[in-house]
């Protein structure tokens, strides 16, 4: 008789530590913006030498930039394919379809409205229709915010089957004088992505979020709707 055959176990994924430091260092910067090499070296537990070194070497390969005041940020090919991600593709789909229903709660709200995407343990806010008004919260696309503890990371993991009735508020957790409303986007039942609502805390009260829900409610449903047909499918 025949012995069952053997399952080998799946191959270890083996990441070179220098390649891994190139692009931690790559992600903090350009998810931080202009930054120094100290305050990048602290933030990724990093001495300060390695990273310089890698720094240099993203500098000379166009990735980052250096301006004159020493602080690092994105450089022309780090531009090059993030115009290329955001032209084509689904992450360009989920962008062009997202658009009229940001703008649909600003026109509802007067405040500012983003999209926002998971990545790994952290929320990515990617697109913002901003608030007409002078005092407006805004300059958040491309800023991250851990996915456990946030309003949005609890949408992003919203896991029922309604997930359009499932609007979270945040209060000044994340900048205190700021609150926010948000709500998962589902496709065939999946959450794709969140529709937020941020206003200056003091404006943007207990009565204006509770009226900003049934508006976020409706526009994450019909944007799920849109990104299930066939045209825009993202999943």
Not at 19 to 38: F, K, T
Not at 99 to 108: D, G, I, K, R
Not at 135 to 156: D, M, Q, Y
Request: aromatic share 4%; proline share 7%.
């Amino acid at each position: 008789m025949k012995s069952p055959p053997t399952t080998s176990p799946p191959p270890t994924l083996h990441v070179s530590q220098s390649a891994g430091r190139a692009l931690n260092l790559l992600d903090a910067v350009i998810s931080e913006g202009p930054i120094a090499l100290g305050a990048v070296a602290e933030r990724l537990s990093m001495p300060a030498s390695t990273t310089l070194r890698h720094l240099r070497a993203l500098v000379a390969g166009g990735w980052l930039t250096q301006d004159d005041d020493g602080r690092y940020g994105p450089g022309p090919t780090s531009l090059r394919l993030a115009l290329r991600v955001t032209s084509d593709g689904a992450f360009a789909r989920l962008l062009a379809a997202a658009t009229p229903h940001l703008e649909a709660l600003v026109a509802a709200t007067q405040e500012s409205a983003y999209l926002a995407i998971r990545d790994g343990s952290e929320a990515v806010y990617v697109a913002i229709a901003e608030s007409p008004r002078a005092i407006r919260h805004a300059g958040w696309v491309g800023h991250s915010v851990p996915i456990e503890g946030t309003a949005v990371g609890e949408s992003l993991l919203f896991s029922g089957q309604d997930a359009v009735v499932a609007v979270a508020e945040n209060v000044g957790a994340l900048e205190p004088d700021v609150a926010g409303v948000t709500a998962p986007v589902a496709v065939g039942g999946a959450v794709v992505a969140a529709l937020c609502i941020l206003g200056p805390i003091d404006r943007f009260d207990r009565r204006a979020r509770a009226a900003a829900r049934d508006a976020l409610a409706a526009e994450s449903l019909a944007l799920g709707r849109a990104l299930g047909s066939p045209e825009l499918a993202v999943n």
